[in-house]
Structures are given as C-alpha cells and as structure tokens.
T-cell receptor, first 113, second 111 residues
Framework: SQTIHQWPATLVQPVGSPLSLECTVEGTSNPNLYWYRQAAGRGLQLLFY??????ISSEVPQNLSASRPQDRQFILSSKKLLLSDSGFYLC????????????FGPGTRLTVL | GQQLNQSPQSMFIQEGEDVSMNCTSS?????WLWYKQDPGEGPVLLIALYKAGELTSNGRLTAQFGITRKDSFLNISASIPSDVGIYFCAGRISGNTPLVFGKGTRLSVIA
C-alpha cells in the first residue's frame, strides 16, 4: 500500500529564516506530487505540482519554491520566511496517468514569528 | 482561475440527523471528489466520482455527480459525533488541469 510522509509535523521559525519542508511517498513509482497551503479556517491553495523529477509547475507567484530531487521526494523551500507564510502545508500525491484522486499527507503546521 | 462554490459554509446539527452539502461550478467538470479533514490532519478521501449522474455510497455517506456536470452533492445519514470536521469538494475540468477545491463545509454535531 502507498503511504505519504511529511516532516516536520510542526515548525516555528523567525521572520527572515530559511525553510525546508519534506514530503516522501512510498509504495508507488513516478507519482504526481503537490504542495498546498491552508490558512486557518480556509480552503486549500495549490502552490506547486510535479509530474516528474526536476519538473515543477508553480500555481501562485510567491516567496516559496519547490524541488523534486528524487522520484518520490518533494521539498518546499524558502530563503527568507515572511509572516504571511504561516499556515498548514499539505503534500499530496496522485497516480501518474491515472484518475486524479489525490491522497494527502498529515501536514506541517508552520508558524512564522 | 476556476472556483467552486461550496455550501453551506458551516452546519450545526443534532446527532442522528441527516446532512446535505453541495458544490457548484460555472464550468463542466469531469471529476468530483469529496474529502474530510479532521483538525490538524490532512484531508482524507471519502468518495470519488468520474461519470455524470454517478451515485456512490461509502457507509453512511452518499455522493452524486450532477447530470449537468457542474455540481455535486454529499449526504451523510444518521450523523454521529465523529462526523465532525471540514468537508471539502474538489473538481477537475480536464486531464491537464489541477484539482480545484471548494472552501469547505464545517460540520458540528451536537450529541
């Protein structure tokens, strides 16, 4: 069976500090991978998605970047965090070439102070 | 970008009552998905719909893909306290477009 992991689970960072959130998927090959942000009490905002290693599509211009160094690894980064980067970050995967049913990870709660 | 209108935004119901929520779009979708999110966790897929008119059940949950392909409904029968959470609809216009999510329906169940 497939599983998706995210870490860390929670993170408190000062404004201006760098960020690196990691997501890994097990049990499948060449998945489509996604990063979402969810502000408190709000819906899901798609940030990035990737259909393969090194292939990243950005949905919203922002202070963040994404990378996919390995087939089942997706990383969300920032060089300098802003207060507005606070939120709940979710990674998701779906089958490549299959139904677009997305499966979410447990999320990372980021607080920027 | 595309938007989904999900309603109601929140609901307070008595345990045992039935619940109904829906999503509408101005565009035709070829996929409708329903997720539930518990506090502090990632959304969990409840039901996936891929054909207009499709009616699918998952235990006490039933969802339908509207025949116009512009809407979808989720019904929960005989609600219980563990049904509490935020329910999201999501849809996809075509194979090359990403999923679009509704803003969620927050469900509270009063025992």
């Amino acid at each position: 069976s497939q599983t998706i992991h995210q870490w860390p689970a929670t993170l408190v960072q000062p404004v201006g500090s760098p960020l690196s959130l990691e997501c890994t998927v097990e049990g499948t090959s060449n998945p489509n991978l996604y990063w979402y942000r969810q502000a408190a009490g709000r819906g899901l905002q798609l940030l990035f998605y990737s259909v393969g290693i090194g292939q990243i599509s950005s949905e919203v211009p922002q202070n963040l970047s994404a990378s996919r160094p390995q087939d089942r690894q997706f990383i969300l980064s920032s060089k300098k965090l802003l207060l507005s980067d606070s939120g709940f970050y979710l990674c998701a995967w779906s089958y490549s070439g299959g139904p677009d049913t997305q499966y979410f990870g447990p999320g990372t709660r980021l607080t920027v102070l | 970008g595309q938007q989904l209108n999900q309603s109601p935004q929140s609901m307070f119901i008595q345990e045992g009552e039935d619940v109904s929520m829906n999503c509408t779009s101005s565009s035709i979708f070829n996929t409708w998905l329903w997720y539930k999110q518990d506090p502090g966790e990632g959304p969990v897929l409840l039901i996936a719909l891929y054909k207009a008119g499709e009616l699918t059940s998952n235990g006490r949950l039933t969802a339908q893909f509207g025949i116009t392909r512009k809407d979808s409904f989720l019904n929960i029968s005989a609600s219980i306290p563990s049904d509490v959470g935020i329910y999201f609809c999501a849809g996809r216009i075509s194979g090359n477009t990403p999923l679009v999510f509704g803003k969620g329906t927050r469900l509270s169940v009063i025992a």
